[in-house]
């Protein structure tokens, strides 16, 4: 039974565009949620992550929106670069995961120039 | 260079084969985390060391093991392998276990079992 559930496996956007990649969860006691980046041949990268207790952090074009109502996060990047082209991944922590990480298959987002 | 290290980078082997996954932690992180990533899977948790001890296990099968040693490099053993083994290993580590601690990720270690 999957957890973090990423629906889209794949996103293609206009570059300057803005990219907007969706999460969502099963497990209410989560409460640390993750997005890592992933280019080929590398491993995953963190990008920004979020606190249950909040429902927005923002880091320069990346902008992580967190609806617990909804067990929904989003990721934005705006606006969008063709270097933005990878595998994102949703991870969240909690719930008895103790400090494991729960992926999400991902979402390819190609960025067109 | 998240500062993890992680050899092989290849491992080609035959079914019922062993082998070990070797990984090194960045400098002053106590905690390293096993990850095992099929095809059109995301990756699964399989187990976590922190400084010596194993803290938590994942779904990790019988058929695999770990440890982490003294000097906080740790090895992943797969034996009895089969087809289905066949996937990417992600070695991460963190200062810490804590549920804010950043997990930062090695380039993995591809293995394909024949």
């Known amino acids: 039974d999957q957890q973090v559930k990423q629906n889209s496996p794949s996103l293609s956007v206009q570059e300057g565009r803005i990219s907007i990649l969706n999460c969502d969860y099963t497990n209410s006691m989560f409460d640390y949620f993750l997005w890592y980046k992933k280019y080929p041949a590398e491993g995953p990268t963190f990008l920004i992550s979020?606190?249950?207790?909040?429902d927005k952090n923002e880091d320069g074009r990346f902008t992580v929106f967190l609806n617990k109502s909804a067990k929904h996060l989003s990721l934005h990047i705006v606006p969008s670069q063709p270097g933005d082209s990878a595998v994102y991944f949703c991870a969240a922590r909690g719930g008895g995961s103790q400090g494991n990480l729960i992926f999400g298959k991902g979402t390819k987002l190609s960025v067109k120039p | 260079d998240s500062g993890v290290t992680q050899t092989p980078k290849h491992l080609i082997t035959a079914t019922g084969q062993r082998v070990t996954l070797r990984c090194s932690p960045r400098?002053?992180?106590?905690?390293v985390y096993w990850y095992q990533q099929s095809l059109d899977q995301g990756l699964q948790f399989l187990i976590q060391y922190y400084n010596g001890e194993e803290r938590a296990k994942g779904n990790i099968l019988e058929r695999f093991s770990a440890q982490q040693f003294p000097d906080l490099h740790s090895e992943l053993n797969l034996s009895s392998l089969e087809l289905g083994d066949s996937a990417l290993y992600f070695c991460a580590s963190s200062v810490d276990f804590g549920i804010r601690e950043t997990q930062y990720f090695g380039p993995g270690t591809r293995l394909l079992v024949l």
């Open positions: 400098s002053g992180d106590l905690s």
């Open positions: 979020i606190s249950s207790i909040k």
